[in-house]
T-cell receptor
Framework: GQSLEQPSEVTAVEGAIVQINCTYQTSGFYGLSWYQQHDGGAPTFLSYNALDGLEETGRFSSFLSRSDSYGYLLLQELQMKDSASYFCAVRDINDYKLSFGAGTTVTVRA | DAGVIQSPRHEVTEMGQEVTLRCKPISGHDYLFWYRQTMMRGLELLIYFNNNVPIDDSGMPEDRFSAKMPNASFSTLKIQPSEPRDSAVYFC??????????FGPGTRLTVT
C-alpha cells in the first residue's frame, strides 16, 4: 500500500512563494502527481513527475527525489486565486491507481 | 471536448432508497475512476476500469455499492440500499494513461 504525508495548512501573502512538501511510502513507486481543488470544485491536474528533478509549468513547479521518497510543489508569485487545496498523489508501479494525500489548504492573504 | 460529465450534480434521498450516479468520460480515454470524497476520509478510490473492464474494486466499501461500464462512453455507480454514512461527493475521472486524471464536477449525495 501507499501512505503520503503533506502539511495540512499553509498561509502566505500575495506575491510570495509557497512550497508544499510531500513524503511517501509505497511498495512500488511509478510517479508523483499534484492536483488542485478549489472549495466546492473538482480536483484538477497540475503536474506529474516520474523522474528525479524539477518540472516547471508557469508559476507552478514540481520536484521529485525518488531516492528520498520526497517531492514538492512550488507556487510562485502567489495570487488570490491560488487559495485552494493541493493534493499529492502517487501511482503504484503495479497498476494505474492513484493514492492521494490528505491535502494542503493554501490560503493567500492580501 | 466537454470534459467529464456527471449527473446528477446533487442528489438528496432517504435511507434505504437506491441511488444511481452517472458518468460520461472524455472520448478516447481508456481509464475511468470512481472516487468518494469526505472530510473525514479524504479522496478515496472506489473502483477503476480499463477499456470498460473493472480492474480493481478493492475500494468499494461493501456489497451495497456496484459499478458498471457497459460501453466506452458511460458508467454508473449504484448504491442500494443507501445509508446516511454514504453521504459524500462522488467524483468520476477519466484518463488516457492513469496518472493524469480529469475529474468531473462531482455528485453531492445526501442520504437522510
Amino acid at each position: 500500500g501507499q501512505s503520503l504525508e503533506q502539511p495540512s495548512e499553509v498561509t502566505a501573502v500575495e506575491g510570495a512563494i509557497v512550497q508544499i512538501n510531500c513524503t511517501y511510502q509505497t511498495s512500488g513507486f511509478y510517479g508523483l502527481s499534484w492536483y488542485q481543488q478549489h472549495d466546492g470544485g473538482a480536483p484538477t491536474f497540475l503536474s506529474y513527475n516520474a523522474l528525479d528533478g524539477l518540472e516547471e509549468t508557469g508559476r507552478f513547479s514540481s520536484f521529485l527525489s525518488r531516492s528520498d521518497s520526497y517531492g514538492y510543489l512550488l507556487l510562485q508569485e502567489l495570487q488570490m486565486k491560488d487559495s485552494a487545496s493541493y493534493f499529492c498523489a502517487v501511482r503504484d508501479i503495479n497498476d494505474y491507481k492513484l493514492s492521494f494525500g490528505a491535502g494542503t489548504t493554501v490560503t493567500v492573504r492580501a | 471536448d466537454a470534459g467529464v460529465i456527471q449527473s446528477p450534480r446533487h442528489e438528496v434521498t432517504e435511507m434505504g432508497q437506491e441511488v444511481t450516479l452517472r458518468c460520461k468520460p472524455i472520448s478516447g480515454h481508456d481509464y475511468l475512476f470512481w472516487y468518494r470524497q469526505t472530510m473525514m476520509r479524504g479522496l478515496e478510490l472506489l473502483i477503476y476500469f480499463n477499456n470498460n473492464v473493472p480492474i480493481d474494486d478493492s475500494g468499494m466499501p461493501e456489497d451495497r455499492f456496484s459499478a458498471k461500464m457497459p460501453n466506452a462512453s458511460f458508467s454508473t455507480l449504484k448504491i442500494q440500499p443507501s445509508e446516511p454514512r454514504d453521504s459524500a461527493v462522488y467524483f468520476c475521472a477519466s484518463s488516457p494513461q492513469g496518472h493524469e486524471q480529469y475529474f468531473g464536477p462531482g455528485t453531492r449525495l445526501t442520504v437522510t
